[in-house]
């Protein structure tokens, strides 16, 4: 079944950790992002990928670094986790059309402490 | 500077009664918007976008350029809409999507 994954769901890990935020889609889509969101606050679009070998940064400046080695796979590291970077995280793809609509995963809730 | 505002934290409504999700923009083009929304315990997900033109759960939303408005509304609320709505401005050339801080609407029995 086509869908967007994201593992882990929910994370606790202490500061100076290096983490992963795993990112998959059965979509066949080639656009990915990744979206930052405090609670109560907007999405802000942190990084983006129109396809393999393609990475931008998004509005949002972030520590966070992706790849996309793999049409399906967009994975958000961080190399030493701090408390600042706590906060949802939201992996979503779309379509190579303009108007495309983005399709977004279930989050990823990072608390690091 | 490209901006949402929803000027609305919370929107607590009882059922059967309209209902009104306000979402203001600016940009300097030609926008695109749309309402997201996120049910409890559920992704976020496309309700509906202004050139559909389509009412979608009997929600409807109307794009204003002169206000720079596109609120969301529906005539009789029910429980089942209770959610986090979002407003978004697509600009830019690769698909960003600019999103409001949301509005939570609560209907009450």
Redo the contacts between chains.
């Keep these: 079944e086509a869908d967007i994954y994201q593992t882990p769901r929910y994370l606790v890990i202490g500061t100076g950790k290096k983490i992963t935020l795993e990112c998959s889609q059965t979509m066949g889509h080639d656009k990915m992002y990744w979206y930052q969101q405090d609670p109560g606050m907007e999405l802000h679009l942190i990084h983006y990928s129109y396809g393999v070998n393609s990475t931008e940064k998004g509005d949002l400046s972030s520590e966070s670094t992706v790849s996309r080695i793999r049409t399906e796979h967009f994975p958000l590291t961080l190399e030493s986790a701090r408390p600042s970077h706590t906060s949802q995280y939201l992996c979503a793809s779309s379509g190579l059309g303009g108007a495309s609509e983005q399709y977004f995963g279930p989050g990823t809730r990072l608390t690091v402490t | 500077a490209q901006r949402?505002t929803q000027p609305e934290?919370l929107l607590s409504v009882f059922k059967g009664a309209p209902v009104e999700l306000k979402c203001n923009y600016s940009y300097s083009g030609s926008p695109?918007l749309f309402w997201y929304v996120q049910y409890s315990r559920q992704?976020?997900?496309?309700l509906l976008?202004h050139?559909s033109r389509e009412s979608i759960k009997g929600f409807t939303a109307d794009l204003n350029k002169g206000e720079t408005s596109f609120h969301l509304k529906k005539p009789f609320a029910q429980e089942e809409d209770s959610a986090m709505y979002?407003c978004a401005l697509r600009g830019g050339?690769?698909?960003?999507?600019?999103?409001?801080?949301?509005t939570r609407l609560a209907v009450h029995p």
């Design positions: 949402v934290k695109e992704r976020l997900q496309l976008r050139i979002y050339g690769y698909n960003k999507l600019i999103f409001g801080a949301g």
